[in-house]
T-cell receptor
């Protein structure tokens, strides 16, 4: 079975721009969660989608948003980028019945 | 929310030595995972262990849910074991969210 894939792997943007990141879960997995990893804050939960519905949200500003499509692929969007948004963004998928999460390789975003 | 504390924050070993990493959590959890983060940032699943003991080669893990801690044992460490080890916990009441500790950075010297 193919693992979780994320695109793009690397991204450089400037302040004020917006960015969209994509995550394809493991086939058959319907839950997708997003995390932000920074040296200062560690790994922090952004939000989780299940069957196209956001079920849970972390403590991030409204500039961070996401969605999930009918094939379980998910996208997250960050608008009006700030320098502090530079981070590794990780997505994880899990099955309907299980809680074990499997992570993708991440997208490394640099905001200049 | 749930707090997760990992210890020690840093660990330096000679190749061949054994080590124990600890994860304490502040509330009841339904799931607990151990990960190894490789130099490129990917989180590699080591164990899914909400309770009990599991072993996989030189690695083993034990979670005592009633006492709110988990231990990861690495035996006969190799230089390739170097990296950051994370413990992550979650509960059924908090859909899809794992709370991570700050990690233990392991350096294995040849």
């Amino acid at each position: 079975k193919a693992g979780v894939t994320q695109t793009p792997r690397y991204l450089i943007k400037t302040r004020g721009q917006q960015v969209t990141l994509s995550c394809s879960p493991i086939s058959g997995h319907r839950s997708v969660s997003w995390y932000q990893q920074t040296p200062g804050q560690g790994l922090q939960f952004l939000f989780e989608y299940f069957s196209e519905t956001q079920r849970n949200k972390g403590n991030f500003p409204g500039r961070f948003s996401g969605r999930q499509f009918s094939n379980s692929r998910s996208e997250m969007n960050v608008s009006t980028l700030e320098l502090g948004d530079s981070a590794l963004y990780l997505c994880a998928s899990s099955s309907t019945t299980g809680n074990e999460q499997f992570f993708g390789p991440g997208t490394r975003l640099t905001v200049l | 929310g749930i707090q997760v504390e990992q210890s020690p924050p840093d660990l330096i070993l000679q190749e061949g030595a054994n080590s124990t990493l600890r994860c304490n959590f502040s509330d009841s959890v339904n799931n607990l995972q151990w990960f190894h983060q490789n130099p490129w940032g990917q989180l590699i699943n080591l164990f899914y262990i909400p309770s009990g003991t599991k072993q996989n080669g030189r690695l083993s893990a034990t979670t005592v849910a009633t006492e709110r801690y988990s231990l990861l044992y690495i035996s006969s460490s190799q230089t390739t074991d170097s990296g950051v080890y994370f413990c992550a916990v979650g509960s059924n009441t908090n859909a899809g969210k794992s709370t991570f500790g700050d990690g233990t950075t392991l350096t294995v010297k040849p």
